[in-house]
């Protein structure tokens, strides 16, 4: 091992050690011994127990680590260190302005075990709460880990989206054409992206540097004739499994691999294959071949077809604006009603509402519905789902709300049978209205945790519940590729964006694109309904 290996592995057992609470002496010599390699250009390799026991600040103890690394490449302190330590948290070390110790307290307070999941905290203002930490704290970190973020290779969507379509703006003015475009994954809005992918017509060469790519993102330039511009576009931005079921020897052949066919639209170019219009969002090579040979492709949703927002959060529990300031920039913004779903009692760490709190907030709606008539604010609850499947209040408290989204925020690590047990319960439950994020996932993050996904979909259709697509960008749960199983069998998909703050309305436009990619319509989406076709909802199903 080099010198700087060796005061990696030490600096990393110092903070394992901290992070576990142990000898605060041993953790500080262990560590000033690291800084002090690391400093220095001293060649530890080749060298004796009894001449390292010689190096300035290096006792025994650290020199005999130093010796078990150099002979053996490892060191048994800490691999024992690493079995104790989930590797998430261990991640998490490398987010700056966070040390050991207040990585241990996110660990064991909040039980934090992922930087993705430390990332959705700090976006739900729960670092907040912890001694030691504060507002000016939490946002640092939330700087710090969404840099660590952008530089490993992946992004969400959403972290990027807008740096691309500046990019294309860019190139249009500095190529003085219109024929530029997104295409790839970027085009089919995947939730997840490794590449932001450019066509251009031009016949220049397009140079990387000259583009001031602030995120890190790897960005890929096609280049084509003007001419075979719709042609390019069209087989590039399809996944290769949607060309695999497009395929008609004759015209797939003839539509790629041959320049100069001159199309003026892809829609001139599936005419030519007999095929509805796929919109990008769809080309994933699924059903959407067969269904558009058929021309069976619905109109997909547009965010402007969403007319209220619900299942969001205020400073009742754990948001940072106001529930006035929320509903007014709702209201602001266009929407009919908005839906509160502030977090439940057992949600401690998002100082869930106990029973009074919900009865005062219930006052406090009544009061700003009669000032913001016809808007409407709904009195909803985001229910922990407990372990057992039950919800997180008495009978009486249940009756008082409007509607209720019901999720699991606790325990996520139970078998596929149990998770789906658990769930199946919270669904029959008769004031379950919404399943709030199904899986519980966090996008780059954290997997959802496992559950029948048929078997809970057919129970939503058997009880009447509709089925949250959660808008935040970390999340995007229920995942797309299940929502066409939802409609099948009668399950509306309600938009929402768990917003924590005003801007986490615009998270909407997010679900919206995941939406349109599982063929979901206006039709099919609960919050699509006008404010008096969802307040009768309410009352008919609280009636039944």
């Known amino acids: ?95 700056k302005g966070i040390g050991p110790k207040k990585v241990g307290q996110l660990w064991r307070e909040l039980e934090i075990e992922s930087i993705g999941e430390l990332l959705y905290a700090c976006n739900e203002n729960r670092l907040i709460t912890l001694k030691g930490f504060g507002a000016k704290t939490q946002e640092q970190v939330k700087k710090q880990i969404e840099f660590f973020q952008l530089n490993i290779g992946k992004f969400h969507y959403a972290a990027v989206e807008k740096f691309a379509f500046e990019l294309v703006d860019f190139l249009k003015e500095k190529y003085n054409t219109e024929f530029v475009s997104l295409t790839g994954e970027m085009r089919r809005k995947c939730e997840v992206i490794d590449k932001i992918e450019i066509l251009i017509a031009t016949t220049s060469a397009i140079s990387i540097d000259e583009i001031q790519n602030h995120r890190n993102v790897k960005i890929e330039f096609i280049t084509c004739a003007e001419i ?148 409407k604010i709904f009195k909803g609850i985001e229910s922990d789902i407990l372990n057992d499947g039950s919800l997180d209040y008495s009978e009486e408290v249940l009756q008082s709300f409007d509607f209720i989204v019901a999720s699991v925020h606790s325990n996520l690590k139970m078998s596929e049978e149990k998770a789906t047990t658990r769930l199946l319960k919270a669904i029959e439950n008769k004031y379950t209205t919404i399943l709030g994020h199904p899986t519980g996932r966090l996008l780059l993050s954290r997997p959802g945790y496992p559950i029948d996904h048929k078997k809970i979909i057919d129970a939503c259709a058997a009880n009447g519940v509709v089925i949250e697509l959660n808008a935040h960008p970390y999340r995007l749960d229920i995942d797309w590729r299940w929502i066409s199983y939802c409609l099948d069998r009668g399950v509306k998909i309600s938009i929402n964006p768990d917003a924590h703050e005003r801007a986490g309305f615009h998270d909407m436009y997010f679900g919206a694109c995941v939406a349109r990619k599982g063929m979901l319509t206006k039709s099919e989406c609960f919050n699509a309904l006008t404010l008096r076709e969802i307040e009768k909802y309410f009352l008919d199903r609280k009636g039944k």
């Open 1 to 95: 091992m080099t010198t700087e290996e060796i005061a990696n592995a030490l600096k990393l057992t110092a903070q394992l050690m901290e992070l576990h609470e142990e000898n605060p002496f041993k953790i500080k010599s262990l560590a000033n011994v690291a800084y002090k390699l690391d400093k220095t250009d001293v060649d530890l390799q080749g060298m004796t127990l009894s001449e390292i026991e010689k190096i300035e600040g290096v006792g025994k103890g650290i020199a005999a680590k130093i010796d078990e690394l150099l002979v053996t490449g490892n060191l048994k302190e800490l691999s024992a260190l690493f079995d104790r330590t989930p590797l998430g948290v261990i991640e998490m070390l490398k987010i």
């Open 228 to 375: 075979d511009f719709y042609s390019k576009l069209f087989e590039t931005t399809g996944a290769e499994s949607h060309f695999v079921k497009l395929k008609n020897p004759k015209s797939y052949i003839t539509l790629i691999g041959v320049e100069g066919l001159n199309y003026g639209s892809e829609i001139e170019i599936y005419k030519s294959l007999n095929l509805q219009y796929i919109e990008p969002e769809l080309r994933e090579g699924l059903d959407e071949v067969s269904l558009a040979k058929e021309n069976r492709i619905p109109k997909l949703i547009e965010v402007s077809d969403l007319r209220g927002i619900l299942h969001n959060h205020s400073t009742y529990s754990d948001g940072m604006n106001s529930l006035i300031e929320m509903a007014e920039y709702c209201k602001e913004l266009g929407y009919e009603y908005l839906g509160i779903c502030d977090h439940s009692q057992s949600a401690f760490y998002a100082q869930g509402l106990k029973p009074d709190r919900v009865f005062a907030q219930h006052l406090e709606i009544d009061e700003l519905n009669k000032k913001l008539f016809p808007f």
